[in-house]
């Protein structure tokens, strides 16, 4: 079974400071791994994937994550934090055959202005 | 593109009444999913579909729950009788099938209120 722990449940960092959200994931087969970001009163929106391609992966709004086979990590990244990054942000996992993710408890980022 | 349509945005009843949810996936997608999302927790699985079969409804508690999905498009989750239990966000989601398909796409879901 697949599953992923976020480290956290809630983080606060300054306006400008760097942000890390922690996601260990455990996985019997090579693992696909998301960050999904939640709005209030909003559905989830993907911010970046990792498909066993480049291990550092890119994604929307300056964020990054970088998959750590050797630590089953993949922590989110952003270098500079903006007030409008405030929301609760979902480590995911699913395998190259099916789609159904498992998601962790989530992390709830606020930004200290 | 149009994204995940999803119906009622919210929705309040007493317990032991019926209520039901409508989701629209993208066009195109084959693969649909329910999530329940209970306050401050991560999304759970409730059943997933492949066009109109059910692929996994493992963590769907069938005593209360039923979902269909009819001609392989849209589709309903229907909680009768509601517990107090029941009380969350319904999130649809729809996704390509595998391997093109690596990502969900998630509608705004519908927060239910059973009181």
């Known amino acids: 079974a697949q599953s992923v722990t976020q480290l956290g449940s809630h983080v606060s960092v300054s306006e400008g400071a760097l942000v890390l959200l922690r996601c260990n994931y455990s996985?019997?087969?090579?693992?696909?791994l998301f960050w999904y970001v939640q709005y209030p009163n909003q559905g989830l929106q993907l911010l970046l994937k990792?498909?066993?391609?480049?291990?550092l992966v890119k994604g929307i709004n300056g964020f990054e994550a970088e998959f750590k086979k050797s630590e089953t990590s993949f922590h989110l990244t952003k270098p500079s934090a903006h007030m409008s990054d405030a929301a609760e942000y979902f480590c995911?996992?699913?395998?190259?055959?099916?789609?159904?993710?498992?998601f962790g408890t989530g992390t709830r980022l606020t930004i200290i202005p | 593109e149009a994204g995940v349509a999803q119906s009622p945005r919210y929705k309040i009843i007493e317990k032991r009444q019926s209520v039901a949810f409508w989701c629209n996936p993208i066009?195109?997608?084959?693969?649909l999913y329910w999530y329940q999302q209970i306050l401050g927790q991560g999304p759970k699985l409730l059943i997933q579909f492949q066009n109109n079969g059910v692929v996994d409804d493992s963590q769907l508690p069938k005593d209360r729950f039923s979902a269909e999905r009819l001609k392989g498009v849209d589709s309903t989750l229907k909680i009768q009788p509601a517990k107090l239990e029941d009380s969350a966000v319904y999130l649809c989601?729809?996704?390509?099938?595998?391997?093109?398909?690596?990502?969900?796409?998630f509608g705004q879901g519908t927060r239910l209120t059973v009181v």
């Open positions: 990792y498909t066993s391609a480049a291990t």
């Open positions: 066009s195109g997608h084959a693969t």
């Open positions: 996985s019997s087969v090579p693992p696909y």
């Open positions: 995911a996992v699913s395998d190259s055959g099916n789609e159904k993710l498992t």
């Open positions: 989601a729809s996704s390509l099938e595998r391997p093109e398909g690596t990502e969900a796409f």
